[in-house]
């Protein structure tokens, strides 16, 4: 088991393990985001309430969900590296920001745009809305004092303190609902409680979900690939692979 | 990788993220907690009652429409309801303007405007509040219907 770990952790055996393990992801999220969307925007039923747009919330919850993991794994890539030193979770972490980054905006869009005719606002500066906004703001900080040095440790380091300090965002976006009073509705899940949502909604939830996971470790591992090629392109097995 | 095995100076690293998270965690904890009441996105019936909220100021005032409570203006937009918190608290909110779709009895709203002193809230925006229910259009009739039969 650890011999994987420690197998993962060097580039060499991370690129063709990786090579391996990619097709199928990529096959898996097509086919989960397909089926989640056709079932979400085709055959799930409307809300009594909200009407047809309650079908935002298939994009909206799942981008939302996968943004604060992305955010979960970056950190704990930075304190990887800040532990072991190991290169390859400095780029684990530089290639996860970009993705949380879109995600996190895509939740705030899609929120925005189902938050008009539902709330009559397109933002509220509610403590949900808020603290969600600064985990895109992280995302950007990372992402901009990664790239102040190519592959420079000392950058690395700097950029994994921000993205471990910053995981005290995290437990403030998932509480906030309940913390405070905000506009935003509480979590219509829970692990003790019954969902307060039928199962023919959230099944496709749920199917989304795996979906928006999927493409975010397609998506990572693909540029933590093609990231170790540009670090590594003067080493021997680099230029191997890759024999024009 | 037991914490025996680690190398000294990597468990002292660990301790040292754990001991940041820990400064960090807290120091943002005790910020929030020192600003709660501004975090707070509006002001409930019970401190709109008590006098908790500011007079003439412009705050956010929310809670539950009380059913039948709704009165319109028959010529313009005008509009009066009652706001509850379900407990003993409510207050009257003044509205002149679209009300969202979602606008309803014994829905929660989030006014935002300003309390006289007569404690009668004058509103200048009112949005709905979604709760974290969802259900198809049938399912809600079934319960309406539910509802509606004991008072037959």
Redesign the interface.
């Given at each position: 088991m650890?011999s994987l770990f420690h197998k993962l952790g060097s580039p060499r055996p991370f690129y063709e393990i990786s090579d391996r393990l990619l097709p199928i992801l990529g096959c898996l999220t097509v086919i989960f985001l397909s089926v989640g969307t056709i079932w979400a925007l085709g055959f799930a039923?409307?809300?009594?309430?909200?009407g047809e747009s309650?079908r935002i919330?298939y994009v909206h919850v799942p981008s939302a969900i996968v943004a604060q993991s992305s955010y979960m794994i970056m950190a704990i890539a930075g304190?990887v590296f800040?532990?072991?030193r190991i290169k390859i979770a400095d780029i684990a972490l530089q290639c996860a920001a970009p993705i949380g980054a879109s995600l996190t905006l895509l939740a705030l869009a899609t929120g925005a745009i189902w938050g008009k005719?539902?709330?009559?606002?397109w933002w509220?500066?509610?403590?949900r809305l808020t603290s969600t906004l600064i985990l895109f703001f992280l995302f950007i900080g990372v992402i901009v004092l990664r790239s102040a040095k190519e592959g420079s440790e000392a950058v690395g380091r700097a950029t994994a303190?921000l993205a471990?300090?910053g995981?005290?965002?995290l437990p403030?976006i998932k509480f906030s609902v309940d913390?405070?009073?905000?506009?935003h509705?509480?979590?219509?899940f829970s692990l003790t409680e019954k969902p307060?949502?039928?199962v023919?909604?959230w099944l496709p939830l749920v199917v989304m979900v795996a979906g928006f996971y999927l493409f975010f470790f397609y998506v990572w591992i693909f540029s933590v690939r093609t990231e170790i090629l540009k670090r590594e392109y003067r080493s021997q097995w680099v230029r191997f692979i890759h024999d024009v | 990788?037991k914490f025996g095995v680690m190398k000294p100076h990597?468990r002292r690293?660990?301790f040292l993220?754990l001991f940041?998270?820990v400064v960090?965690?807290s120091s943002?904890g005790l910020t929030?907690m020192a600003l709660?009441e501004n975090?707070?996105?509006?002001y409930?019936p019970a401190e709109i009652v008590s006098g908790t909220a500011p007079v003439n100021k412009l705050i956010r005032a929310?809670g539950m429409v009380l059913e039948d409570s709704i009165f319109r203006s028959e010529n313009n937009l005008e509009v009066r309801f009652i706001v509850t918190d379900m407990q003993d608290s409510e207050f009257t909110i003044f509205y002149n303007g679209i009300?969202?779709?979602?606008f309803r009895e014994g829905?929660g709203v989030?006014a935002r405007g300003s309390l006289n002193e007569d404690g009668v809230f004058l509103a200048e925006?009112?949005?709905?509040?979604?709760?974290?229910?969802?259900?198809?259009?049938?399912?809600?009739?079934v319960i309406n219907q539910a509802h509606a039969e004991p008072s037959k």
């Open positions: 650890w039923p409307p809300d009594y309430q909200q309650v919330m304190a800040l532990i072991w005719p539902t709330w009559g606002a509220v500066w509610d403590a303190t471990v300090v995981l005290v965002n403030v913390w405070w009073f905000t506009l509705q509480s979590s219509s307060s949502m039928p023919e909604m | 990788m990597r690293k660990l993220i940041l998270l960090s965690g943002v929030l709660r975090i707070n996105l509006f409930s929310g009300l969202p779709d979602l829905q989030v925006e009112v949005l709905a509040k979604h709760d974290e229910n969802y259900m198809p259009p049938e399912v809600a009739d």
